[in-house]
């Protein structure tokens, strides 16, 4: 890095420089590039690089560490080199008096990648509000064999946007810079994930959010610009730097946020890098790890994968800079494919934390596994920094569900309740607070999201989480209630933390409980299929819209009222039971059209009532059996009623006499009343039976 460069950071808007100077990894990458004169290679430095991290914005004020530029407001309290026989790696720990900073290098010889993982933790006494991560590089990749700090840079992916989407992660971010003599001298920095966003152009700027909404770099790159000369026309060429930064929300008091990205310095390892970033995910734990059951998770989320291998943890400590790490195997699980989610799988054990001593460490899991499209076994890694702390109160808590399921269940409407049970720790300690946080992997972003569902507060001994504390995970995904516990030990052995990771919960968005109340609100739809369930009790809203579907069966009730509305259609068949009540009233207007056929049978009833009117037609055959008996004697007196049935045969002679008189007695009585609702439309066909 030029001179210039170094006096431009400088005077950066963070003020004067600290006197502690900040610990650096500092990489030098090796190229082959034939000696002059010979037909051999001899293996030339190509390029150094700086990291410059800063952290944005506490208290309207910058975080940032300038590495071997001279100053850093994050002081370095930890550097651990955690190399083993087939990773390279370091881990760094710093902090001021709001943030602790945590991250993982580790280093790929053979793609030349350096994977991060980092995790920011609000340490301070308020939260911190739009807090956003930037990581800037100035690789000047031609400076030692072409004296060149000009560059070839432009955007590959982005978040959000058509041109820069990535066919596979859709919340890739990848921005490239590579030489103008050769572009195999080639550096790119990225990350999938939502929240984060990259950019060229300017040498150092320290402005996070400003960085964060620029879009100079839209004039050039895009997904299918490739790191090639051919390709020259659509990058900006300029001695600048590449950014990657987040905007990460606002992180509560003791909250910790968490992410991943990739330095790549071969251009055709872009992809393994991405891959490597988005594919594999530690779950658990987060930050603090204690007790005897401590729990271990990570998912694998790859589409194509026929199988996967049990994954192994491990966890590196040492005790002094420069000495080896100490790698132990704390625990093995398989890899369980989640179902109903293609692609996915996820590795769960728990492991005795106590059995180590206190302070950071770094986790490891590694998992094989196998693709349909290849014969090739794929290895997976992920790293964090954790810290083991044991020496506080260790708590415990008994669950209690509202579905009376399975306690790893949580349904819409349902609640688990958490209640601090007898515990055996620290006898000498006494809990000041207990804060809850809800951490799940977040599927649609990327990362691994931490939610606070309750301050810090020394009554918090229970909680219960109720479905819309949950809302934002993913069907059938599972999540973890961590709480955090804060104690101090009454022999003045200071203050103490640890967590308890308290439940898995397996979300249900669908719901797989009936309901335990009526709905309230009237549906506005109809059902596209039949129920199958008969209901409880019957609905108190009248339906907006008619059922599609015809009733399979006769009803079994007779209905309560008369219809308000004339059916819109004939019915397509004839009833086959006939009305069990005869009417209670005399039609209120004679028919208006005469039958258009014939009764096919006799009515088993008389009429109540003479016709009012003669027929239009005389019959068109004879009787067909004729009375049998004769009378034997005249009647001695008028009838009363109107007989019940006709004779069942014809008189053999006819009467003596004829009768002299017409009948003297009138009907008893006339109708009662007549329809209060006239018919409004006429019947298409009269009934054939």
């Known amino acids: 890095m030029s001179q210039r460069k170094a006096a431009s950071a400088a005077s950066s808007p963070s003020g004067t420089s600290s006197t502690a100077r900040s610990t650096v990894l500092q990489a030098g990458i090796a190229a082959g590039k034939p000696a002059a004169g010979r037909g051999s290679t001899k293996v030339v430095p190509v390029f150094t690089f700086v990291c410059v991290d800063i952290e944005v914005p506490i208290r309207n004020a910058y975080l940032e560490n300038f590495g071997f530029l001279g100053y850093a407001d994050i002081i370095p309290v930890q550097f651990s080199i955690t190399t083993n026989d087939s990773t390279l790696s370091a881990m760094w720990i710093g902090r001021n008096s709001d943030m602790e900073v945590r991250q993982v290098y580790t280093m790929d010889l053979s793609s030349l990648q350096v994977q991060v993982s980092m995790s920011i933790k609000n340490i301070g006494t308020s939260a911190a509000s739009s807090l956003h991560f930037m990581r800037l590089m100035d690789p000047d990749p031609e400076d030692h064999l072409y004296s060149s700090y000009k560059t070839n840079n432009f955007v590959k992916y982005q978040p959000g946007y058509t041109d820069y989407t990535h066919p596979t992660w859709s919340n890739a971010a990848f921005v490239c810079a590579a030489g103008n003599v ?10 999938v994930d939502s929240r984060a966003r990259v950019k060229h152009h300017q040498v150092f700027n320290v402005n ?17 610009v490739m790191p090639y000369a051919n390709y020259s026309s659509s990058m900006y060429y300029a001695d600048t730097s590449i950014y990657l930064v987040y905007t990460l929300g606002d992180l509560d008091v003791d909250s910790t946020v968490h992410y991943d990205y990739s330095f790549v310095f071969k251009r055709t390892q872009i992809d393994l890098a991405l ?8 779950t658990q734990p987060t930050d603090i790890v204690s007790g005897t059951d401590a729990v271990l998770q990570a998912i694998l989320l790859k589409e194509g994968v026929t199988s996967a291998s049990t994954c192994t943890f491990y966890l590196a400590s040492n005790t002094s800079v420069g000495a080896m790490a100490t790698w132990t195997h704390i625990g093995s699980a398989p890899a369980v494919a989640y179902s109903g989610i293609s692609g996915t799988f996820t590795c769960t054990t728990t492991f005795d934390s106590t059995l180590f001593a206190d302070g950071y460490m770094q986790l490891r899991v590694i998992v094989n596994i196998s693709l349909s499209t290849s014969v090739t076994t794929y290895v997976y890694e992920k790293d964090r920094v954790v810290y083991l702390s044991n020496n506080g109160t260790q708590v415990a808590y008994t669950v209690a569900n509202s579905n009376l399921s399975l306690s790893v269940n949580i349904y819409h409407g349902a609640t688990v309740s958490l209640t601090l049970s007898p515990y055996e720790s620290c006898w000498t300690c006494e809990i000041l607070s207990i804060a809850y946080h809800l951490e799940y992997y977040n599927g649609n972003g990327g990362y691994v999201q931490t939610t606070r569902l309750t301050a810090a507060t020394e009554t918090s001994e229970s909680i219960t989480l109720g479905y819309a504390a949950l809302g934002g995970l993913s069907t059938n995904w599972q999540a973890f209630v961590k709480a955090s516990v804060v104690s101090i030990d009454t022999n003045g052995n200071g203050t103490s933390y640890t967590t308890t990771v308290v439940l898995g919960l397996l979300i249900d968005t669908e719901g797989t409980l009936a309901p335990t109340a009526a709905p309230t609100v009237v549906p506005s739809n109809s059902p596209t299929t039949l129920s199958t369930v008969i209901p409880s009790t019957h609905p108190t809203v009248t339906p907006s819209t008619f059922p599609t579907p015809s009733p399979s069966t006769e009803p079994t009730t007779s209905p309560s009222f008369v219809p308000t509305v004339a059916p819109t259609a004939s019915p397509t068949a004839s009833p086959t039971v006939s009305p069990t009540p ?6 209120s207007q004679l028919p208006t059209a005469v039958p258009s056929a014939s009764p096919t049978a006799a009515p088993t009833v008389s009429p109540t009532a003479a016709p009012t009117m003669q027929p239009t037609a005389t019959p068109t055959a004879s009787p067909t059996v004729s009375p049998t008996p004769a009378p034997s004697a005249q009647p001695t007196a008028e009838p009363t009623a109107a007989p019940s049935i006709f004779p069942t045969a014809a008189p053999t002679t006819p009467p003596s006499t004829l009768p002299t008189a017409e009948p003297s007695v009138a009907p008893t009585t006339a109708p009662t009343a007549v329809p209060s609702i006239e018919p409004t439309a006429i019947p298409s066909a009269l009934p054939t039976a």
Do not use: C, H
């Open 182 to 191: 050769d572009m195999q001298f080639f550096a790119g920095l990225g990350t």
């Open 582 to 587: 005869p009417p209670t009233a005399a039609p």
């Open 275 to 282: 891959d490597k970033a988005a594919s594999f995910v530690i």
């Open 208 to 224: 996070p959010t400003q960085v964060y909404k620029e879009t100079t770099w839209m004039s050039y790159g895009g997904a299918s």
